[in-house]
């Protein structure tokens, strides 16, 4: 199994609302990231995950919130989010000793009201 | 900061190979060149990378100047499946990556 999967596929929500993006994969990779893409940019890391415990956060705000329960799974919480925040968000893994390639997931593309 | 330098889009005909360019005047010793693509609205995908040495795989060739300080992506036989946007970012090898994605090259296959 060489996939990262992401659920929803798409969201919206008003920004008073609590919701959380989901990302899985089952390589055995020990990194997980998340990523934002606005459109027509290039993706920008938000957060890196080795060994489940968070060890960069790219001075994103804190109404996201990153969670990573376990080494296939990670999770991010949104809360109070404004309408600039509508993006793609997207999921990555890679080994973390040696590892050299990030395989990504196919994103959560989230609008904001 | 991205560290790399690439023209904004190219065109290519299918059947024909796809030669994509990449500056990067500024990498370290260590680093590598890893080019990614990223077909509409689909995730970024991995292709190749590579330190000094020319690379190749089932995807594509990677010819790395002597000096390192540009290279160059090559895609053998561009289908119009190839049409996507192609990044070329450096970075280390060991550990983690901070992928630092620069606005990369729109690659258009035509018929």
């Known amino acids: 199994d060489t996939e990262v999967t992401q659920t929803p596929k798409h969201l919206v929500m008003g920004m008073t609302n609590k919701k959380s993006l989901k990302c899985e994969q089952h390589?055995?990779?020990?990194?997980m990231y998340w990523y934002k893409q606005k459109a027509k940019k290039p993706p920008e890391l938000m957060f890196v995950?080795?060994?489940?415990?968070?060890?960069i956060n790219e001075s994103v705000p804190s109404r996201f919130s990153p969670e990573c329960p376990n080494s296939s799974l990670l999770n991010l919480h949104l809360h109070a989010l404004q309408p600039e925040d509508s993006a793609l968000y997207l999921c990555?893994?890679?080994?973390?000793?040696?590892?050299?390639?990030?395989?990504f997931g196919p994103g959560t593309r989230l609008t904001v009201l | 900061d991205a560290k790399t330098t690439q023209p904004p889009s190219m065109d290519c005909a299918e059947g024909r190979a796809a030669n994509l360019p990449c500056n990067h005047s500024t990498i370290s010793g260590n680093e590598y060149v890893y080019w990614y693509r990223q077909i509409h609205s689909q995730g970024p995908q991995y292709i190749i990378h590579g330190l000094k040495n020319n690379e190749t795989n089932e995807m594509a060739s990677l010819i790395i100047t002597e000096d390192r300080k540009s290279s160059t992506l090559i895609l053998p036989h561009a289908t119009l499946r190839d049409t996507a946007v192609y990044y070329c970012?450096?970075?280390?090898?060991?550990?983690?990556?901070?992928?630092?994605f620069g606005t990369g090259t729109r690659l258009l296959v035509s018929p």
């Open positions: 995950y080795s060994y489940e415990k968070l060890s």
């Open positions: 390589m055995g990779h020990r990194a």
């Open positions: 990555a893994s890679s080994r973390d000793v040696g590892g050299n390639e990030q395989f």
């Open positions: 970012i450096v970075g280390p090898d060991t550990g983690f990556q901070k992928l630092v």
